[in-house]
């Protein structure tokens, strides 16, 4: 971009929320240097926020408003951007996301680039629309998600997945010994309060974005505003199986599989015998039965301008 039109933005205060445990913070000590060095190139005055692991992102959130901030901007993983989601959600400010983590399918869902210069030209020269979020209700408490919230196996066997692939190799035998004991249950669904499905199965995945695990396609493009929850269930299929889709990187309307099925709802109650672990993006609940639902356009979000078809 033009130094011209950079000059010709009127600087604008944001709360940037950065992740220092973040995939790209640890490989990278002077990427918060350098993300604030880009984002005063654009005029933007970031106030800067570390958040630990039992920060109270509302109050900031809240506290942050009362003093005029209406952007709040995430760097860091799909935790990250889940977590300032929640604080921000139905306030009348907007989310920036900086993709520092190591999936980063909210940003992939979105279509931000991954490289931060261009993400942050996005806080710029983007354009804010409203997502969905969807809404999960356990043990009566509701909890918004952005991404997906899962019951099962892969509930279970995330967080020493997510240590390993933060490079913790110590966790791989907590991992194979969840995998090998964990057993298939009856799970029984009701579809928007008339259909009801039991099967004996895995895993439940219930997802408001395209994208979630390892860049594996859930939905479609425009999940996180169509009103409907898209939702995969594997059914009893080999381990061995569940683990090379979950390797692989998939689309579910790829997996040719009758024990695999895939559907839209716009509200599902579920409730699984033996029970099974429930988890919100990367937030595990515990066990029980649980209801989820979509709150329509809960939150503003930049994302890039379309691109412009060539004539």
């Not at 804010?128 to 509701?142: C, E, N, S």
């Not at 090998?180 to 309060?193: H, K, T, V, Y």
Request: net charge neutral.
């Amino acid at each position: 971009m033009s130094e011209v039109f950079h000059t010709q933005k009127r600087r604008k205060r944001v709360k940037l929320i950065f992740n220092p445990r973040s995939g790209a913070a640890k490989s990278s000590p002077n990427l918060l240097t350098d993300v604030i060095e880009l984002m005063q190139a654009w005029k933007l005055v970031p106030e800067v926020y570390l958040p630990d692991p039992e920060a109270d992102m509302a109050a900031m959130a809240a506290e942050a408003l009362t003093r005029g901030m209406t952007m709040f901007v995430a760097c860091g993983g799909d935790g990250t951007v889940s977590a300032v989601s929640k604080a921000i959600a139905g306030l009348p400010v907007t989310l920036g996301i900086l993709p520092a983590g190591i999936q980063n399918n909210i940003a992939l869902s979105l279509g931000i680039p991954r490289d931060i210069p261009e993400a942050i030209a996005v806080l710029r020269n983007g354009r804010r629309i409203k997502i969905d979020l969807g809404m999960l209700d356990f043990r009566g408490t509701q909890t918004p998600f952005m991404e997906v919230c899962t019951v099962g196996l892969t509930s279970s066997i995330f967080a020493s997945a997510d240590e390993i692939q933060h490079g913790r190799l110590d966790k791989i035998g907590d991992f194979l010994s969840t995998l090998i004991s964990s057993a298939p249950s009856e799970i029984r669904m009701l579809i928007d309060g008339k259909h009801r499905l039991t099967s004996l199965g895995h895993v439940l995945a219930v997802s408001n974005m395209p994208y979630a695990g390892r860049n594996f396609r859930i939905g479609s493009l425009q999940a996180y505003r169509d009103g409907l929850l898209d939702i995969l269930f594997l059914g009893d299929l080999p381990k061995l199986k569940l683990l090379g889709y979950a390797v692989k990187k998939h689309a579910a309307h790829e997996l040719n599989d009758p024990r695999i099925q895939s559907f839209q709802a716009r509200r599902l109650e579920i409730e699984t015998d033996p029970p099974m672990t429930v988890m919100a993006d990367g937030v595990v609940f515990g066990e029980g039965p649980i209801s989820i639902g979509i709150r329509r356009r809960a939150l503003g979000v930049m994302v890039p301008e379309p691109a412009k078809q060539e004539e």
